[in-house]
């Protein structure tokens, strides 16, 4: 199943740094990420309501790895709720690799190395066609090894001497 952040498709015209809120509405009936509406028929609401804490938590993580223009243009691929929550963070000052950046996760999350893992490529694979090759390109130059195969893609840039 698809988290339903992919459903939404509405952006704020303001840039999303500029936009502050929680990214519950609190209302019932609406999911994180989306109208549960967006989302009749393709899952029971604790799925829905799994798969918003799965995308909230990747985004989060996302959002302590990724730094200057490359963070703004991600921003701006991602639908607003989906923005806020990559843009709650500050970036961290010491990058993690792929894997550290799964066990991160699972640390913070409290669940295993492996749930992690799966959120973690579910999210980015959607991610990653939102952003576009060209973006995720630029994004994964940045990044340090190992999050090519997170985004679904190979990891084709040779290892640097240490």
Same mark, same amino acid.
């Given at each position: 199943? @698809?988290?339903?952040?992919?459903?939404?498709?509405?952006?704020?015209?303001?840039?999303? &740094?500029?936009?502050? $809120?929680? *990214?519950?509405?609190?209302?019932?009936?609406?999911?994180?990420?989306?109208?549960?509406?967006?989302?009749?028929?393709? $899952?029971?609401? @604790?799925?829905?309501?799994?798969?918003?804490?799965?995308?909230?938590?990747? *985004? #989060?993580?996302?959002?302590?790895?990724?730094?200057?223009? &490359?963070?703004?243009?991600?921003?701006?691929?991602?639908?607003?709720?989906?923005?806020?929550?990559?843009?709650?963070?500050?970036?961290?000052?010491?990058?993690? #690799?792929?894997?550290?950046? =799964?066990?991160?996760?699972?640390?913070?999350?409290?669940? #295993?190395?492996?749930? /992690?893992?799966?959120? #973690?490529?579910?999210?980015?694979? =959607? =991610? @990653?066609? %939102?952003?576009?090759?060209? *973006?995720?390109?630029?994004? %994964?130059?940045? *990044?340090?090894?190992?999050?090519?195969?997170?985004? $679904?893609?190979?990891?084709?840039?040779?290892?640097? /001497? /240490?």
């Amino acid at each position: 199943m @698809a988290p339903s952040f992919l459903l939404s498709s509405s952006r704020p015209e303001a840039a999303p &740094e500029t936009v502050h $809120g929680n *990214l519950g509405s609190g209302q019932s009936g609406s999911g994180v990420f989306g109208p549960e509406g967006a989302t009749k028929g393709r $899952g029971s609401r @604790a799925v829905i309501e799994r798969a918003d804490e799965a995308v909230r938590n990747v *985004l #989060t993580a996302l959002g302590r790895q990724i730094t200057g223009d &490359e963070r703004v243009d991600l921003a701006r691929c991602l639908p607003v709720e989906a923005a806020l929550a990559f843009t709650a963070q500050i970036p961290a000052t010491e990058p993690l #690799t792929g894997w550290g950046f =799964v066990k991160d996760i699972a640390t913070r999350t409290g669940t #295993t190395p492996a749930v /992690a893992r799966w959120d #973690t490529g579910a999210v980015l694979n =959607v =991610v @990653a066609r %939102l952003t576009g090759p060209d *973006l995720l390109d630029r994004i %994964l130059h940045r *990044l340090p090894e190992g999050y090519a195969l997170l985004f $679904g893609r190979a990891e084709l840039r040779p290892r640097q /001497a /240490a």
